[in-house]
T-cell receptor, first 110, second 111 residues
Framework: DADVTQTPRNRITKTGKRIMLECSQT?????MYWYRQDPGLGLRLIYY???????NKGEISDGYSVSRQAQAKFSLSLESAIPNQTALYFC?????????FGPGTRLTVL | GESVGLHLPTLSVQEGDNSIINCAYS??????FIWYKQESGKGPQFIID?????DKRQGQRVTVLLNKTVKHLSLQIAATQPGDSAVYFC??????????FGAGTTVTVRA
């Protein structure tokens, strides 16, 4: 969905490096989410935010942090990347119970 | 724990046939369900949704069936086309604006 953009689209990094994944949306939605996707496991919620002043942990928040810089921007950080954080990461925005996903960021941690 | 899951990880369908993708959920508090389609290299895209006060909803070539008695959800795709090849996810929520996703079913359409 072009209304939700993620940068970078692909990233290869080394163990111990700090990584930031960025998400921007033009939908005007208050709710934003970060998920990771691993083969055979579907999407798992890392963090979510219902407005600029609201940040909540999802089911797999350990090793991650987020920042909601504005209504339109929600970034995900890995303070010290480790190989098992290699995955596909998706940002999403929410309207009612429906969510709209970005194109994803493929992260590889060596 | 409570979870959403799909019965089969893969489904191979002949072009033109109907596809049925199944999903079981266990959160009895869930009252809203969504099917998403994820094509290779893209994020999940909304296909169709259904609320718990309904047992069937139809869209364009797709139908979602909900059986609350056995906590079962299915997606039917009529006259499956090559463009329907993708991974399909069911998701559910008890209206707390968080979705729980199943593991996905990979649908492959044979020409």
């Amino acid at each position: 969905d072009a209304d939700v953009t993620q940068t970078p689209r692909n990233r290869i990094t080394k163990t111990g490096k700090r990584i930031m994944l960025e998400c921007s949306q033009t939908k005007g939605h208050d709710r934003m989410y970060w998920y990771r996707q691993d083969p055979g496991l579907g999407l798992r919620l890392i963090y979510y935010s219902f407005d600029v002043k609201d940040i909540n942990k999802g089911e797999i928040s350990d090793g991650y942090s987020v920042s909601r810089q504005a209504q339109a921007k929600f970034s995900l950080s890995l303070e010290s990347a480790i190989p098992n954080q290699t995955a596909l990461y998706f940002c999403a925005t929410g309207r009612e119970n429906e969510q709209f996903f970005g194109p994803g960021t493929r992260l590889t941690v060596l | 724990g409570e979870s959403v899951g799909l019965h089969l990880p893969t489904l191979s369908v002949q072009e033109g046939d109907n596809s049925i993708i199944n999903c079981a959920y266990s959160n009895s508090a869930s009252d809203y369900f969504i099917w998403y389609k994820q094509e290779s290299g893209k994020g999940p895209q909304f296909i169709i949704d259904i609320r718990s006060n309904m047992d069937k909803r139809q869209g364009q070539r797709v139908t979602v069936l909900l059986n609350k008695t056995v906590k079962h959800l299915s997606l039917q795709i009529a006259a499956t086309q090559p463009g329907d090849s993708a991974v399909y996810f069911c998701a559910e929520t008890p209206h707390d604006y968080k979705l729980s996703f199943g593991a996905g079913t990979t649908v492959t359409v044979r020409a």
